[in-house]
């Protein structure tokens, strides 16, 4: 339990999820703050993904023999200690240096699961290392180019990343003022682009390396990661160059969960990017049930998007989601403390949710249903 574990000294930092994203304005410089913190257009999905966790309430029940709780659980083959993974998010040096190695320290410590992103600001390579035995799934953003594409997952496979997560709703930037403003956008200068800048079919297609000549890398890396919708049809090319599980990653309708099923599919993660994709979109949470009964158990369904606190991963459980993925708030812990700042949000999540489970009469993940809940 983490509360014995502060052995009665002060946390590094917050223990309210809820409040880090305040604190982490005080640190970071606006561009990189307001890269994290913001949503697309208005913030309009954004505030809907906190107010659909607020619709619902927990139904605390009594006198159950929760002393002894079994937070443990397994998702497509991997083992995780609690049904939590870190959600893939880029460009992670933008608030610390250490970036997505300090993660990857910090969740392999925990037993986490770390989604990689495409856009990480370190290598595949580099990233498996300093994860050492953790357990690693990679997030794809799909290239305009299929070698570069076949190379990529090439190189993830034999880093050991075992779960593939292909996200979908991001195959061009959504209209974000917050970076706009700014003029704030870090690829542009490089950042996040260590994966296919250091991929040999990436680089085979530039007259220069990207080290001599940055400014054509750049515009390289645009043609490749935006601008083109890919289709259905497609998904056999990634299933015939992956032999690991594949998610796909940015489903919001029950249609498009029953096409990922057909598709031979493994899993799908309910989640609207945080709001930072579609502004006015429907909630991710208030999709989630019409999702989770259209697949019933056919596929794994994961859920992200407003996840803060253990309250929140307990309704996203009973409503379907075998686990949830976290964001924004392990970035502000990395912000705050690198390694040991992404460890201090996970504990704390992870005593959260038990504690949670726990008072409302729970012993495992697996006893919660939608009669855990009331609507407010
Ligand atoms: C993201 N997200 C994201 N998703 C993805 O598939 N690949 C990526 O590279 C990124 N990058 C990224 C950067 C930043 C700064 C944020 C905040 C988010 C989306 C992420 O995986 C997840 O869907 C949301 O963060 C979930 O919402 P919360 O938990 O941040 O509310």
């Known amino acids: 339990m983490y509360l014995n ?8 930092f917050t223990t309210d999820l809820t409040a880090l994203e305040s604190s982490a304005r005080e640190r970071l410089e606006p561009g990189p703050f307001r890269y994290v913190a913001g949503a697309a257009g208005s913030g309009a999905t954004d505030r809907a993904n906190r107010a659909a ?28 200690p609690a049904p939590v993974l870190l959600a893939p998010v880029g460009v992670q040096s933008i608030v610390h240096p250490d970036g997505e190695l300090a993660t990857a320290r910090a969740a392999a410590a925990l037993g986490v699961p770390m989604v990689l992103s495409t856009a990480s600001s370190h290598t595949v390579e580099e990233v498996a290392e300093a994860s050492g035995d953790g357990p690693r799934w990679f997030q794809l953003y799909w290239p305009n180019d299929d070698e570069v594409c076949a190379s990529i997952l090439a190189r993830a496979r034999a880093a050991g990343f075992t779960t593939l997560v292909v996200t979908l709703d991001t195959w061009t930037l959504a209209w974000r003022p917050h970076d706009l403003d700014l003029s704030y956008l870090p690829f542009i200068r490089g950042i996040g682009t260590a994966v296919p800048y250091s991929d040999p079919a990436f680089r085979a297609g530039l007259a220069r ?69 579609v502004d006015g979109a429907v909630a991710s949470l208030d999709v989630l049930p019409e999702i989770a009964e259209a697949v019933g158990d056919e596929i794994e369904v994961l859920f992200d998007s407003g996840v803060r606190t253990g309250a929140d991963v307990l309704k996203a459980l009973a409503l379907g989601a075998k686990a949830v993925l976290v964001g924004r708030p392990y970035v502000y812990g990395l912000a705050h403390g690198g390694e040991d700042g992404v460890r201090h949000v996970l504990r704390s999540l992870l005593a959260d949710l038990d504690l949670t489970l726990a008072l409302t009469g729970h012993r495992s993940p697996a006893e919660l249903s939608p009669q855990s809940l009331r609507h407010a």
């Open 5 to 12: 574990g502060l052995g009665g000294r002060l946390p590094p």
């Open 53 to 80: 966790f607020d619709a619902w309430r927990l139904v605390p029940r009594m006198l159950r023999d929760a002393t002894v709780r079994d937070l443990r659980t397994t998702v497509l083959g991997t083992r995780m």
């Open 209 to 277: 390396s990207p080290e001599k000549d940055p400014t054509s890398a750049v515009l390289h890396w645009v043609r490749m990661f935006t601008g083109t919708d890919k289709s259905w049809d497609r998904l056999p090319f990634l299933r015939q160059r992956w032999d690991g599980p594949i998610v796909l990653k940015g489903i919001q309708h029950p249609d498009d969960a029953r096409r990922a099923v057909a598709a031979g599919m493994d899993g799908i993660v309910v989640s609207n990017h945080g709001g930072r994709q």
